[in-house]
C-alpha cells in the first residue's frame, strides 16, 4: 500500500512537470508570451515560440520582444509562450530528439520541475529590474491604437513610459511602406514613451518638421524606429533612448536639407543600420545632415538578410551629405569592422546605388578613428 502510494505521488508529480514544460522545449526557460512582452535574458541563445510541444526556433541576442513576427513563418495566438535555452544551439537539432527527450524526462521531472520553478520565479522577480538593465524602463501600460496619433504643432506629449503601439499595418516587419506609430507635426514633442515591439510597432515614429523625440524607447524594431521628413532648415532630436533588434535600420532620412541629431542613445541586439539617407527617393537630393554624440551600439550591426556585416552609416556624398560624429561606441569594434561611415551615391527611384566605402576626415564623413572605439 506504502509503495503504491509513493509511485502514484511520483507518477502524478512527473505528469504535472510534463504538462508545466509543454509550452516550452526541454532545457529551455519560458519568459513571455506571444503579446509582445518582453523576453529578458542576456546574451545569444536559442529560443523559441510556441506551446503544447510543437515550437518554431529563431536565434536571438539579449531581451526581445515575444511576438510571431519575430520568428519564423507560423500561426501561434496569443496563449504560446517564447523561451530560451541556457546557451545557443541548434533549433533542429533539438527538434530531432524532442520525442526522445520528453521520454527521458520523466525520470528527472522532480528536480527539472524544481530548476524551472526557481527559475520562473527570479524572472519574474527580476522582470522590472531587467528591462533596466536592457535599457527599457519597465511599462507602466500596455495601449494599440486602430490609428496613427498625430502630435499638433508645438505641442509636448509625455505618456510617463507606456507601451504605445498600433493595429498590425503589414504581414511582415519587412514590408515597406507601413503607418508610424506617431506622426509629429513640426514643433512637436514626444517623451517618455515606450514604442510596442514587433508589428504593432510599424514604421516607428515619422517626423514633419522640427520635432524632439526624448526618452523614447523602441522595444523591438519593425520597419525603422524613426523617419526624418522635415525640409530645409528642420531638426529631428533624440535625446536619450534606446532601440532594440532593428533588423533594417535605426533611423531613415528623407527629409531633405534637414538634420537628425542624437544625443545620449543606445541600441541593443542586432541592427541591420543605425542611419541612412535615402538613396533612392523620388526627386532624390540633399544635403541631409547627422550629428550624433554618446552612441551606444550594444550589439552586431548586421544585415540579417545577407547574412554579413553591415555598416552603422551610410550618406550620399554627391548630394553633399554629412555625417558628424563624436563618442561612438560599438561592441567589440576595431577599424574597419564594422564599416562606420559608408559614402554612396545616392539615385533616382529605378537606379541602381553604389557604395564607394568607407571614410574619416573628409567632407562627408567628419569623424577620425578616435572618434570610435569598442566596449
Known amino acids: 500500500m506504502k509503495f503504491r502510494f509513493i509511485t502514484g505521488a511520483l507518477l502524478a508529480l512527473a505528469a504535472v512537470s510534463v504538462h508545466a514544460a509543454s509550452d ?3 532545457g529551455y526557460t519560458k519568459c513571455a508570451q506571444n503579446t509582445g512582452a518582453i523576453c529578458t535574458m542576456t546574451g545569444s541563445r536559442s529560443v523559441a515560440l510556441g506551446k503544447s510541444g510543437s515550437f518554431v526556433y529563431a536565434t536571438k541576442t539579449d531581451s526581445f520582444a515575444c511576438i510571431g513576427s519575430a520568428f519564423p513563418s507560423n500561426s501561434y495566438t496569443t496563449s504560446a509562450w517564447c523561451s530560451y535555452a541556457g546557451s545557443t544551439s541548434a533549433a533542429s537539432s ?8 520528453s521520454a527521458a524526462a520523466s525520470s528527472k521531472a522532480a528536480s527539472s520541475a524544481a530548476a524551472s520553478s526557481k527559475a520562473a520565479s527570479s524572472v519574474a522577480a527580476s522582470s522590472k529590474a531587467a528591462s533596466s538593465t536592457a535599457g527599457i524602463p519597465a511599462a507602466t501600460g500596455t495601449v ?59 514604421d516607428g515614429v515619422h517626423c514633419k518638421g522640427n520635432c524632439t523625440l526624448e526618452n523614447v524607447h523602441w522595444e523591438d524594431v519593425c520597419e525603422d524606429a524613426a523617419t526624418m521628413l522635415g525640409g530645409s532648415g528642420k531638426v529631428m532630436s533624440v535625446v536619450g533612448g534606446s532601440a532594440s533588434h532593428a533588423s533594417d535600420k535605426v533611423f531613415q532620412h528623407n527629409g531633405k536639407g534637414s538634420t537628425v541629431k542624437v544625443r545620449d542613445f543606445n541600441t541593443y541586439g542586432d541592427i541591420g543600420r543605425f542611419w541612412m539617407s535615402c538613396g ?30 553591415a555598416y552603422a552609416i551610410r550618406l550620399n556624398y554627391n548630394y553633399g551629405d554629412k555625417a558628424t560624429v563624436r ?49
Open 280 to 309: 533612392n527617393c523620388s526627386d532624390n537630393g540633399g544635403p541631409r545632415k547627422l550629428d550624433i554624440d554618446r552612441v551606444n551600439i550594444t550589439g552586431r550591426i548586421w544585415d540579417s538578410a545577407k547574412n554579413v556585416q
Open 327 to 375: 563618442n561612438l561606441k560599438i561592441k567589440n569594434y576595431v577599424k574597419g569592422s564594422p564599416k562606420v561611415c559608408v559614402q554612396a551615391v545616392g539615385v533616382q527611384p529605378g537606379e541602381a546605388q553604389t557604395n564607394n566605402g568607407e571614410f574619416f576626415n573628409t567632407a562627408y564623413c567628419d569623424l577620425s578613428p578616435a572618434d570610435v572605439t569598442a566596449y
Open 24 to 26: 516550452a522545449p526541454t
Open 144 to 202: 494599440i491604437n486602430p490609428t496613427t496619433v498625430t502630435i499638433p504643432a508645438n505641442t509636448t506629449k509625455d505618456y510617463g513610459f507606456q507601451r504605445i503601439g498600433i493595429s498590425a499595418q503589414a504581414a511582415s516587419c519587412d514590408d515597406e511602406g507601413q503607418k508610424p506609430v506617431f506622426l509629429l507635426e513640426d514643433g512637436a514633442v514626444l517623451k517618455n514613451v515606450i514604442i510596442h515591439g514587433g508589428l504593432n510597432g510599424s
Open 94 to 101: 533539438i527538434a530531432a530528439s524532442s520525442a526522445a527527450a
